[in-house]
């Protein structure tokens, strides 16, 4: 679809109502805090949150929390809002002729014209460079996974032009705060750590997936791949498959990490965690309609919540 005016005051179409880049941050920051999703929060809770259950999941796997660990979960916070806006202004970057021909993405800043090529490069640099004094105050082995993150996120923007499944890209990029916490709380990657990555991207290729179901009918015009769009009316079927692997993964995950120094009723109370995240994910698949973007935007961003469910039953398990 063609056409690239602006929303009204510059707007982007998908970000929240009432939004406070939109309401309250000075006018010549938006366009850049719109490069950076800042409007858009559910992204930066998505890469936070495998942070967190990477952490959680490495002190229950040696029971030795430490103080430490409090700055690694604040850190990871600031890291994930900071990273994320990278991320993103690259993928506008990268993106801006494919979203200028998309109805949901042409009043982003660039395409808009709210921002140049060359001040969205400037401005996704200035967000590295914070991110790397905060990856700076971890261990090397952290910070070695901190830079080797930067692989799938250079990659990911491409995707879609060379695989029908952009998404496991981006599930390899918005996991990989899992491997870095487990890092940063032990000094290395464990097998645990690896299969709750993997369940990370399990949950990444359902959520994304009916993300992209937005999209769909712009990105065949144009030519741009997804899962969306390759599963197509079976995606309710593979959503399912995505869940399942999910919480199974999960659960592997918790049993490895947890049967070493954990009590009995630690795990088991761990264990509830991708119970009840699958029963989430499940609700979500009863209310799916591919063909009502505006609750397939619902359901996306209700991810949120899914990726919280676990982490509260992993948080329990650690006094438990």
Not at 53 to 81: H, K, M, Q, T, Y
Not at 91 to 114: H, L
């Amino acid at each position: 679809m063609q056409g690239n005016a602006p929303t009204p005051d510059g707007q982007v179409a998908d970000a929240v109502s009432g939004n406070w880049v939109d309401t309250h941050a000075p006018a010549f920051a938006r366009p850049y805090l719109r490069l950076s999703r800042a409007d858009r929060p559910i992204g930066t809770w998505l890469l936070l949150i495998p942070c967190w259950w990477g952490l959680a999941l490495a002190i229950l796997s040696d029971g030795n929390p430490r103080l430490e660990d409090l700055w690694i979960a604040v850190a990871c916070a600031i890291g994930a809002f900071l990273m994320r806006g990278a991320g993103c202004t690259w993928n506008d970057i990268t993106d801006r002729e494919f979203d200028a021909q998309v109805e949901r993405t042409r009043s982003r800043p660039i395409p808009s014209g709210q921002v140049s090529v060359r001040q969205a490069a400037f401005w996704m640099v200035l967000q590295c460079l914070l991110a790397l004094m905060i990856l700076l105050t971890f261990n090397r082995a952290a910070i070695a996974m901190g830079v080797l993150s930067l692989l799938p996120v250079t990659i990911y923007p491409f995707a879609k032009r060379f695989t029908w499944w952009p998404q496991v890209f981006l599930g390899l990029a918005f996991n990989w705060g899992i491997l870095l916490t487990w890092a940063a709380h032990t000094g290395t990657v464990s097998v645990p750590a690896i299969t709750l990555y993997l369940a990370g991207i399990a949950w990444t290729l359902f959520y994304d997936t009916i993300y992209a179901h937005q999209d769909a009918e712009d990105d065949e015009l144009i030519g741009i791949k997804s899962t969306a769009r390759l599963l197509g009316e079976n995606t309710a079927k593979w959503l399912k498959y995505f869940l399942v692997a999910t919480v199974a993964l999960m659960g592997l995950a918790i049993i490895d990490a947890a049967t070493a120094q954990a009590s009995t009723l630690a795990l088991f109370v761990a264990l509830f965690g991708p119970w009840a995240m699958g029963w989430h994910m499940a609700w979500q698949l009863r209310g799916l309609d591919t063909d009502d973007n505006a609750k397939l935007l619902q359901l996306f961003r209700a991810n949120r919540d899914t990726g919280l469910i676990p982490l509260i039953f992993l948080g329990v398990a650690l006094l438990v």
